[in-house]
């Protein structure tokens, strides 16, 4: 269940490994329904839509170790060594990725960060803007969405029927056209 309810909370919220495994008890906001990211790659904290389903995953699953401040505490309870918190593990968790991948039948090399473009390219997909996409992955410039996102075949057919209904929506008089 740890496994599972990370690679749910690492694909809906667009993290990166370690933004995910650090994770607290108090980045998470209910009432509003976003996650409070503060260690991120550029250092900069953001604020990402916390989807009803995680919310409930990571509910379910605190339940199980009831950690007073981590979400993914690692080892044995009480989770520390030292006196200091313990997370999660990332070698643990990037291990547990490959298996599901090979028990399902993906013969890619896949990686937890796969989840982070998978999640950009399945927002892209379904129409949002290379600019919320960018912003919802904390991404500074926008050239790194833009290669992060393939244009993918679905995209790309989406993409037609927009601008078909665009164009189609258009009132066009030619001047000179006596028939429709």
Do not use: C
Request: aromatic content about 8%.
């Amino acid at each position: 269940m740890s496994y599972q309810t990370y690679f749910l909370v690492t694909y809906s919220l667009g993290l990166r490994l370690s933004e995910a495994l650090n994770l607290t008890v108090s980045d998470i906001d209910s009432h509003l329904m976003r996650v409070h990211l503060r260690f991120t790659k550029s250092k900069k904290d953001r604020f990402v839509p916390l989807p009803q389903v995680t919310f409930l995953a990571l509910r379910r699953y605190w339940k199980t170790h009831r950690h007073p401040t981590l979400l993914f505490p690692g080892g044995k309870p009480p989770f520390e060594r030292n006196g200091q918190p313990m997370i999660m593990d990332k070698g643990g968790v990037q291990k547990a990725i490959k298996l599901v991948a090979k028990q399902v039948g993906i013969s890619k090399n896949v990686h937890i960060h796969t989840l982070r473009h998978s999640i950009a390219t399945h927002m892209l997909e379904r129409g949002l803007s290379l600019r919320s996409i960018q912003l919802f992955l904390g991404h500074a410039n926008p050239d790194t969405t833009a290669k992060y996102t393939r244009m993918t075949q679905e995209t790309a057919q989406n993409s037609a029927l927009m601008l078909n209904d665009l164009v189609d929506s258009l009132s066009i008089h030619w001047q000179g056209d006596t028939h429709d």
